[in-house]
Nanobody, 126 residues
Framework: QVQLVESGGTLVQAGGSLRLSCAAS????????MGWFRQAPGKDREFVAS????????YYLASVSGRFTVSRENAKNTVYLQMNKLKFEDTAVYYC???????????????????WGQGTQVTVSS
């Protein structure tokens, strides 16, 4: 019923830019905090960025702060992740996640999210 579909992942050179999109359906998008996670081979899924359901605040993994920007366009039920100055270490499968509005300002744990997309591969060549 609820679907999150990521797109935009591809091969990109180090220093380049990429924008990921996540289209949501089957939920009232404006009532969900949206998050981005990533998982590299042999590693656990880690928090990358999130945007509050109200759109009033964003949070980032320290290593991507200043390079990545998360935004949302409620009219299109879509959340974006603009990735600039990409590094080889950013290579991973990127997942979109949704969590129904709660009392917190942000959520960085996998267990805190209700729905997940299938992921999109981002490969950064050095």
């Amino acid at each position: 019923q609820v679907q999150l579909v990521e797109s935009g992942g591809t091969l990109v050179q180090a220093g380049g830019s990429l924008r990921l999109s996540c289209a949501a359906s089957g939920l009232t998008f404006s009532m969900y905090t949206m998050g981005w996670f990533r998982q590299a081979p042999g590693k656990d899924r880690e928090f990358v960025a999130s945007i509050h359901w109200s759109g009033s605040s964003t949070y980032y993994l320290a290593s991507v702060s200043g390079r990545f920007t998360v935004s949302r366009e409620n009219a299109k039920n879509t959340v974006y992740l603009q990735m600039n100055k990409l590094k080889f270490e950013d290579t991973a499968v990127y997942y979109c996640a949704a969590r129904y509005r709660g009392t917190g300002y942000y959520y960085s744990l996998k267990e805190e999210y209700n729905y997940w997309g299938q992921g999109t591969q981002v490969t950064v060549s050095s």
